[in-house]
Nanobody, 122 residues
């Protein structure tokens, strides 16, 4: 069983930056591909970014490409650097893990964190 714990959310003004972290435990981190998703009130969960187990594959949603950067360390943490935030980025951000190659569909991920709230104010 894999446990995922997100941190780093908060309130930020439009144009600002935040860095989210997700710490994984319960399985060798280098065997997991990781993804970030987000869910705004009343909306479906949507893909944000993903990184493969070896870091060789990195993918972004069109809405965040050029503003967000996903990365991972060699221990147990995946990061999401978010720059130039706008009001539409307000959501709960969730970390997800899979033992397969990362995809944008939520069904591709076996493990999920509880999420961290990101609120962007005008």
């Amino acid at each position: 069983q894999v446990q995922l714990v997100e941190s780093g959310g908060g309130l930020v003004q439009a144009g600002g930056s935040l860095r989210l972290s997700c710490a994984a435990s319960g399985r060798t981190f280098s065997s997991l591909s990781m993804g970030w998703f987000r869910q705004a009130p009343g909306k479906a969960r949507e893909f944000v970014a993903a990184i493969s187990f070896n870091g060789g594959g990195i993918y972004y949603a069109a809405s965040v490409k050029g503003r967000f950067t996903i990365s991972r360390d060699n221990v147990n943490t995946v990061y999401l650097q978010m720059n130039s935030l706008n009001i539409e980025d307000t959501a709960v951000y969730l970390c997800a893990a899979t033992s397969r190659w990362p995809e944008s569909q939520t069904s591709a991920y076996e493990y999920w964190g509880q999420g961290t709230q990101v609120t962007v104010s005008s």
